[in-house]
């Protein structure tokens, strides 16, 4: 048996991440600098994802919906978080919230890293059904 690639996304266990490594990774990485963003997945497992941002100023997660509640953290620098018809302008340690399924974008004002957790609701009260949860949101 292998055991689980520590770069790739983990099921939740007791372990720590130093986010300040993750991100000096995220920004050295080809894709920040092609799109103006990267992204790691710490966390995947049924019902919970953690997800670590970089965003160069300008940078965007365009619109779109997530498939649980959210948190969006602010780690580092300013962004601008739309939904509803509201634009909130957040800085470092701001935290905004937001129901599943709500159309939301993200703007980088600046350089900025958010931390992102997404709460989806777990249907399976069974090992099986919470095993088929898992694959199917991979």
Same mark, same amino acid.
Request: aromatic content about 2%.
């Given at each position: 048996?292998?055991?689980?690639?520590?770069?790739?996304?983990?099921?939740?266990?007791?372990?720590?991440?130093?986010?300040?490594?993750?991100?000096?990774?995220?920004?050295?990485?080809?894709?920040?600098?092609?799109?103006?963003?990267? #992204?790691?997945?710490?966390? @995947?497992?049924?019902?919970?994802?953690?997800? !670590? =941002?970089? %965003?160069? *100023?300008?940078?965007?997660?365009?619109?779109?919906?997530?498939?649980?509640?959210?948190?969006?953290?602010?780690?580092?620098?300013?962004?601008?978080? #739309?939904?509803?018809?509201? @634009?909130?302008?957040?800085?470092?340690?701001? !935290? =905004?919230? %937001?129901? *599943?399924?709500?159309?939301?974008?993200?703007?980088?004002?600046?350089?900025?890293?958010?931390?992102?957790?997404?709460?989806?609701?777990?249907?399976?009260?069974?090992?099986?059904?919470?095993?088929?949860?898992?694959?199917?949101?991979?």
């Amino acid at each position: 048996m292998t055991s689980a690639r520590t770069d790739r996304p983990q099921p939740i266990h007791f372990q720590r991440s130093n986010l300040e490594e993750q991100l000096v990774r995220l920004r050295a990485d080809a894709p920040i600098r092609a799109h103006g963003r990267d #992204s790691l997945t710490l966390i @995947r497992d049924p019902g919970f994802d953690l997800i !670590l =941002v970089a %965003l160069n *100023a300008g940078g965007q997660l365009p619109e779109h919906k997530a498939p649980g509640a959210i948190s969006v953290i602010v780690l580092d620098g300013r962004i601008a978080f #739309s939904a509803n018809g509201e @634009r909130l302008e957040l800085g470092r340690h701001d !935290l =905004v919230t %937001l129901p *599943a399924k709500v159309l939301h974008s993200v703007e980088a004002l600046e350089e900025s890293a958010i931390l992102i957790t997404i709460a989806a609701p777990v249907t399976h009260t069974d090992a099986t059904g919470l095993e088929g949860e898992r694959k199917a949101r991979e």
